[in-house]
């Protein structure tokens, strides 16, 4: 297949690494929970999909800094274990990692899947304080389709969200295109979805410190989803800048957010920075 006819949504046929990366973070997520103390399968609703696992910093003590990731996989597949080792870099920052589970297309609806992000983020205001959390000093991290659930717990500019910063990366902020993509036949996103959850049709609380990075070695479509969604929310008012990962792909980028001294993971310490007010707008 040329590349112009592949599929530009379509991971892996744009990552040859894909199958290594999937096995080495899972890999190493199993080590992360392994070594790092933690809570798992947290319930936040009544669903067995809709748990979270929470990740504490080395000398636990109160009001900790509180970072909600939530994980990719176009809505459809990967859960929350998969992703563990993201709560190295978090925890090494000196926050709490939650790490959020929720229910997987198309067994399920977007409306769904939403619903559940932000139940889960109730969650956390209602109940990370007796796990030595502070709710006010709250940040939000995502990938891919994580990045646009992100987005959905401060999409309301009518009230202030809470959320000090956010980090979205590679993330998906018009959904409309994926309705002629291979997730046509793997998740068939409708019209009414594309209209109520795409974040491009969004208006954002304005005081959210936001970051929207993408490998530089993505597909064009996710280069010109973030560049076209930072200039929205510049222009909504928002503290927003672009970050290219340098020579990084849709996964690599993920796979190093857990990894010190590279450039996500650096992106990522400095998002959660922002929930103590260690960082000015950008």
Same mark, same amino acid.
């Given at each position: 297949?040329?590349? $112009?006819?592949? =599929?530009?949504?379509?991971?892996? &046929?744009?990552?040859?690494?894909? +199958?290594?990366?999937?096995? %080495?973070? @899972? !890999? ?9 103390? $933690?809570?798992? =399968?947290?319930?936040?609703?009544? &669903?067995?999909?809709?748990?979270? +696992?929470?990740?504490?910093? %080395?000398? @636990? !003590? ?221």
């Amino acid at each position: 297949m040329s590349e $112009m006819a592949k =599929d530009p949504f379509r991971t892996r &046929d744009h990552v040859p690494e894909f +199958d290594d990366i999937v096995d %080495e973070i @899972r !890999r190493r997520s199993a080590e992360t929970r392994a070594k790092i103390p $933690m809570v798992a =399968d947290v319930a936040y609703g009544a &669903d067995r999909s809709e748990t979270l +696992d929470l990740f504490f910093p %080395e000398g @636990r !003590r109160d009001r900790l800094p509180v970072h909600i990731f939530i994980h990719g996989g176009y809505w459809r597949m990967f859960s929350k274990s998969d992703y563990s080792y993201v709560a190295e870099t978090v925890t090494k920052a000196g926050a709490i990692a939650v790490l959020l589970g929720y229910a997987l297309m198309p067994a399920v609806r977007m409306a769904t899947i939403v619903d559940q992000v932000r139940r889960a983020r109730r969650w956390v205001d209602e109940h990370i304080a007796s796990h030595g959390g502070d709710p006010g000093k709250l940040t939000v991290s995502g990938h891919s389709a994580g990045a646009h659930l992100a987005t959905m717990l401060f999409d309301d500019d009518s009230r202030p969200s809470g959320i000090k910063g956010a980090l979205l990366l590679g993330g998906i902020y018009d959904l409309k295109p994926l309705q002629t993509s291979f997730l046509a036949n793997e998740i068939a996103i409708t019209d009414e979805e594309v209209r109520r959850y795409s974040p491009i049709n969004h208006r954002f609380d304005p005081s959210v410190l936001v970051e929207v990075a993408v490998g530089a070695d993505e597909t064009l479509p996710f280069h010109r989803g973030a560049a076209t969604f930072t200039d929205s929310l510049k222009q909504q008012g928002l503290s927003a800048s672009q970050t290219n990962i340098v020579a990084a792909n849709h996964m690599s980028s993920i796979r190093d957010i857990g990894l010190a001294g590279t450039q996500t993971a650096a992106l990522l310490t400095k998002t959660v920075g922002r929930g103590r007010g260690l960082d000015q707008p950008l």
